[in-house]
């Protein structure tokens, strides 16, 4: 994916409470490690900075910035962002900082989505979420 122009667009953003424990074929306990859906819009990569916002419908959004690493040999390329409530909103005095990671192509692989996973962290306590409450992210590329 070229770091560049493949990140902007629509995204689907999923996280997931970090609990290791088996659901085996319980879908009410898998729906229960559910955590957040949204849809993230990448609107600028520009000399590695990003900027984005993550929508929840209506006005629970986020902005979003940072940054974007080039990876290197087997490294993958990262995003790093904070996300940021917006005032006068559902969202506002929120704050969430988000560490992922592009994940690569497989050569010859079949009908391959472009995907980051990684990792997010509640930087302020908001509600009843206290700070530094963490999950796990995957975003999928939404077509064109």
Known sequence: MDQNNGLLGKWTYRSFKNDPSPVGDDGQKALALFFAEGTITIERVDHEVVKATLSWGGQVQMYLSGRLYAGQGLAPTTLVMTGIGIDNSPTQ?????????????????VDQVPALVGSVTRT??????????VASFLMVKQPL
Do not use: E, I, L, M
Not at 93 to 109: A, E, I, R
Not at 124 to 133: E, F, L
């Open 93 to 109: 005095g929120w704050v969430y900082q988000y560490h992922g990671y592009v994940v690569p192509s497989w050569p010859g692989g």
């Open 124 to 133: 302020v306590r908001h509600g009843s979420g206290q700070a530094g409450y």
